[in-house]
Structure formats: structure tokens, C-alpha cells
Antibody, heavy 124, light 113 residues
Framework: EVQVVESGGGLVQPGRSLRLSCVGSGFNFDDHGMHWVRQAPGKGLEWVSGISWNSDSIGYADSVKGRFTMSRDKAKNSLYLQMNSLKTEDTALYYC?????????????????WGQGTTVTVSS | DIVMTQSPDSLAVSLGERATINCKSSQSVLYNSNNNNCLAWYQQKPRQAPKLLIYWASTRESGVPDRFSGSGSGTDFTLTISSLQAEDVAVYYCQQYYSSPLTFGGGTKVEIK
């Protein structure tokens, strides 16, 4: 079964850090670009970050640029999101999603496999 | 950044009737290299992850019923559900993947009248 599974969410104080993980299975992880998309409670979808198949191209939303870092580990079929200097407005359900293509040069094609998400709550 | 604007915010349609959702981008998302529009549609049912319905503005994802269709080009796009079924109750989002940062529309909630 083709799937991605997120982990690492939790409750964290403003200004602290958290690292999210996503493991892909049932497909060739190296063939696909990957994304993080978040959804604040009761709100719409917001793209957070995307990475090409070979990590050469990484893009970020303006709202997280300079605070979040996306990376991937080929050997572990894993994707990561290092979140620093967290703010209360970062509170959301964070989804990991697979792109239909490799994402070279941040040329993406649409997100065809989604996880169930991991919840991040930033609060004092 | 490309701003995606959806309309209406919500709509109620009778079972078996047509539902139409509009999406407008603040600049063209036509990719000249392949003459395709970098526009996707997603469906999100309550308490579920989003699901890809349409990409390249009009290409249906594998397994998606043919009552779902996408159209449009440049900056104006439409998602049509030709005959609404009970299981289509959801929020629908358009998204551009023409340039980073990728951006979503605000969503359209579809309900049964």
C-alpha cells in the first residue's frame, strides 16, 4: 500500500523547536518530490514547504521562511521538517504529501498521496 | 506570490444537480513548456486528509468518478460536479503549482440542499 505517515507533533511553548518526520512506503521515495501542508483549526490548507526528489530544490512559504527547514533522507525513505522559533500561529495539523513528480527546480505536479497528519500546538 | 481566490465560499445543491466552483489566480498559471495549466483541485471530507481530484486543470486523477471535471485556462478555472451525490459533501480547494510558494484557494464548502 502506498502511504506516508507523519509523526513528531506535540505541545510546545512559543519560541521553542520541534521536528516533524514523515516516512513513505509502498513506492519509490526517490522518484517523488514531497511537501508539508498545514491546516490551522477550522481553517483552510496552507502549503508550508516542498522539496525535490534529490533535495536540490527546496521552497518555503513566506510565513515560515528562515524558521523552518525541510530535508529528506534517501536511506530512510523519510522527510523532515525542523521548526524553530515557533509561534502560536504555527498551531495546526501538519500533513506530509507526495508530489506526482520529482519536483526538480521546484516544478511540482500536484499532491497525490497524503498522510493523516500530526498535530502541532504552540502555546504557553 | 500567486493569490488564489475561490467562489462561492459555500453552496448547497440538491442531489443529482450540478455544482460549480470557481477559482481565479492573480496571474496566469499556464506553463508554456507543455501548454498545461498548473492547477489542481482537492476534496477534503470532514476529519479526513485532502484528496487529489484534478491536476493540469482538467486531468482527472485515477479512480476519481467522471462526474468531477475541471476546466479553464490562464487565470480562470472551474470544478464541476455534474450530478451531486451524498458522498460529495466536502470542502473543495484549488491550488496552483506554477511557482513557489505553492498556494491554495480559501476553499468552497459543498452541502446538500
Amino acid at each position: 500500500e502506498v502511504q506516508v505517515v507523519e509523526s513528531g507533533g506535540g505541545l510546545v511553548q512559543p519560541g521553542r523547536s520541534l521536528r516533524l518526520s514523515c516516512v513513505g512506503s509502498g513506492f519509490n521515495f526517490d522518484d517523488h518530490g514531497m511537501h508539508w501542508v498545514r491546516q490551522a483549526p477550522g481553517k483552510g490548507l496552507e502549503w508550508v514547504s516542498g522539496i525535490s526528489w534529490n533535495s536540490d530544490s527546496i521552497g518555503y512559504a513566506d510565513s515560515v521562511k528562515g524558521r523552518f527547514t525541510m530535508s529528506r533522507d534517501k536511506a530512510k525513505n523519510s522527510l523532515y521538517l525542523q521548526m524553530n522559533s515557533l509561534k502560536t500561529e504555527d498551531t495546526a495539523l501538519y500533513y506530509c504529501a507526495r508530489d506526482k513528480q520529482g519536483g526538480a527546480g521546484l516544478r511540482f505536479y500536484g499532491m497525490d498521496v497524503w498522510g493523516q497528519g500530526t498535530t502541532v500546538t504552540v502555546s504557553s | 506570490d500567486i493569490v488564489m481566490t475561490q467562489s462561492p465560499d459555500s453552496l448547497a445543491v440538491s442531489l443529482g444537480e450540478r455544482a460549480t466552483i470557481n477559482c481565479k489566480s492573480s496571474q496566469s498559471v499556464l506553463y508554456n513548456s507543455n501548454n498545461n495549466n498548473c492547477l489542481a483541485w482537492y476534496q477534503q471530507k470532514p476529519r479526513q486528509a485532502p484528496k487529489l481530484l484534478i491536476y493540469w486543470a482538467s486531468t482527472r486523477e485515477s479512480g476519481v468518478p467522471d462526474r468531477f471535471s475541471g476546466s479553464g485556462s490562464g487565470t480562470d478555472f472551474t470544478l464541476t460536479i455534474s450530478s451531486l451525490q451524498a458522498e460529495d459533501v466536502a470542502v473543495y480547494y484549488c491550488q496552483q503549482y506554477y511557482s513557489s510558494p505553492l498556494t491554495f484557494g480559501g476553499g468552497t464548502k459543498v452541502e446538500i440542499k
